[in-house]
């Protein structure tokens, strides 16, 4: 069974799709007012790059009138094996929009789930081994020898096309490092909690009910996993609240024209996209595309996974079945 999405705060929203475009419509509706050259900076402010030679071969896109983009939240965290710092993906959401336009499907990949990972080329132009691990740390592989996130992004990439068989159009790496300084151009991120929520490790507790969160515990919520059998829902579930949270919060200081160019600055330098996706244009295109997706037609869940032996696996033949749908085209 598929574990939906379906929180009270959710529904204040035409659809779920438009929280993940919601903060670049954002972007470029703040663009119109300051006039090319802001735009200009903004546009540079993304790194933008050319990933198909990292990839190679790519499974066969039956349907080229669909979109498949790849979501990618980063932050810098601590290798447990070497005790290193490196850049590491908590976040892998893949957006599908149908060819037609009539719906689409979000899919969050569990962080901890073990897959099959290629042989990727790493950031010192080396290749990697192939090896069974978990999926965030395709990114670090291939972001290992620098902060490089293009690398990062082709091995998450590659990992997504060899274990589904779905042809990634696009992808969009969100550096999450990023969101303590767009949280603090705002002043604090006004947010409605369902439930209290709880980090210990960090020590971070916060009531139910409408809250003001510092840049800290903003990053904190965002990022906390627990160890609760639902634990990639509940996370799914806060980052899109967040998305929600920080989009109203933009539009309500639209009149602060210092606080807005604050966090378009910071928003704009967190993103790396790939070349093909045509920079604020392409961000965008895609605003207009989900925008156009009828209310109630997308479904958006945590892909399923079952617990053996302490590991985390895809839960089969389910996983399968949605990648076979989604490679037609089918409705999930």
Same mark, same amino acid.
């Given at each position: 069974m598929l574990l939906s999405v379906t929180m009270g705060w959710l529904r204040r929203h035409r659809t779920l799709i438009?929280?993940?475009?919601?903060?670049?419509?954002?972007?470029?509706?703040g663009l119109g007012a300051?006039?090319?050259?802001?735009?200009?900076?903004? $546009? $540079?402010?993304?790194?933008?790059?050319?990933?198909?030679?990292?990839?190679?071969?790519?499974?066969?896109?039956?349907?080229?009138?669909?979109? $498949?983009?790849?979501?990618i939240g980063t932050h810098i965290g601590t290798d447990g094996e070497t005790g290193l710092q490196r850049y590491q993906s908590g976040t892998l959401i893949l957006l599908h929009v149908a060819a037609n336009r009539k719906w689409a499907s979000v899919i969050g990949f569990p962080p901890d789930s073990t897959v099959h990972i290629p042989s990727c080329t790493m950031s010192d132009g080396l290749p990697s081994l192939p090896t069974e691990a978990t999926i965030n740390d395709a990114f670090a592989i291939g972001s290992l020898h620098g902060d490089k996130h293009a690398y990062g992004a082709a091995c998450a990439v590659k990992t997504i096309e060899a274990d589904t068989g779905l042809n990634v159009n696009h992808f969009i790496v969100f550096d999450g490092n990023s969101f303590r300084s767009m949280v603090a151009a705002l002043g604090g991120l006004h947010i409605y909690l369902p439930t209290a929520f709880s980090d210990p490790q960090n020590e971070v507790y916060l009531p139910a009910g409408h809250d003001v969160l510092t840049p800290t515990e903003a990053t904190d919520y965002v990022r906390y996993l627990s160890g609760s059998a639902v634990r990639d829902d509940d996370r799914l579930a806060r980052q899109l609240a967040f998305a929600a949270a920080l989009g109203d919060q933009v539009k309500s200081e639209f009149m602060n024209p210092m606080a807005i160019y604050r966090f378009l600055d910071a928003f704009t330098r967190s993103l790396t996209i790939d070349?093909?996706?045509?920079?604020?244009?392409?961000?965008?295109?895609?605003?207009?595309?989900?925008?156009?997706?009828?209310?109630?037609?997308?479904?958006v869940f945590a892909l399923p996974t079952y617990q053996s032996g302490g590991v985390q696996l895809w839960s089969q033949p389910e996983d399968d079945r949605i990648f076979a749908a989604l490679r037609n085209d089918v409705r999930v």
């Open positions: 438009a929280l993940l475009a919601g903060v670049p419509v954002l972007m470029l509706v300051t006039g090319y050259a802001m735009m200009r900076h903004f $546009n $540079n402010n993304i790194e933008q790059a050319n990933i198909t030679a990292l990839i190679g071969p790519q499974p066969a896109d039956l349907h080229p009138q669909a979109e $498949n983009i790849l979501f070349s093909q996706f045509g920079g604020v244009t392409g961000l965008y295109d895609l605003w207009q595309t989900v925008k156009g997706v009828p209310s109630g037609s997308t479904s």
